[in-house]
């Protein structure tokens, strides 16, 4: 397992495997509060990721296979409220990022 720490909170838990990040690794936000899980398979991104706002909000889920995004959730809010994903479905498509606010970014 590694840790690595910037003042008294963590930044990144996981653990490699041959080099390379392996299983789920957990990053966090500088104030401790968790940022996103990801999990990897041979230093790939693999399965489901999760993202969240620094006030514990979920951000977005993502399904990856061996690093390409196959899935995502709607966009969530700080505040809870969704927006579109965008087109992207089945690996394919236009994803539509958003600032904190909710304004889609162009």
Avoid: C
């Amino acid at each position: 397992s590694s840790r690595y720490q910037v003042n008294e909170f963590p930044i990144a838990l996981g653990k490699f495997t041959n080099g390379q990040e392996d299983s789920t690794w957990k990053y966090y936000y500088s104030n401790g509060k968790l940022k996103s899980i990801k999990n990897y398979k041979n230093g790939l991104l693999d399965g489901q990721q999760l993202y969240f706002h620094e006030n514990g909000a979920t951000r977005q889920e993502e399904w990856r296979s061996q690093d390409s995004l196959m899935k995502l959730s709607d966009y969530g809010l700080p505040n809870g409220k969704k927006r579109p994903k965008g087109t992207f479905e089945d690996g394919n498509g236009t994803r539509w990022i958003y600032f904190e606010n909710g304004q889609k970014q162009h």
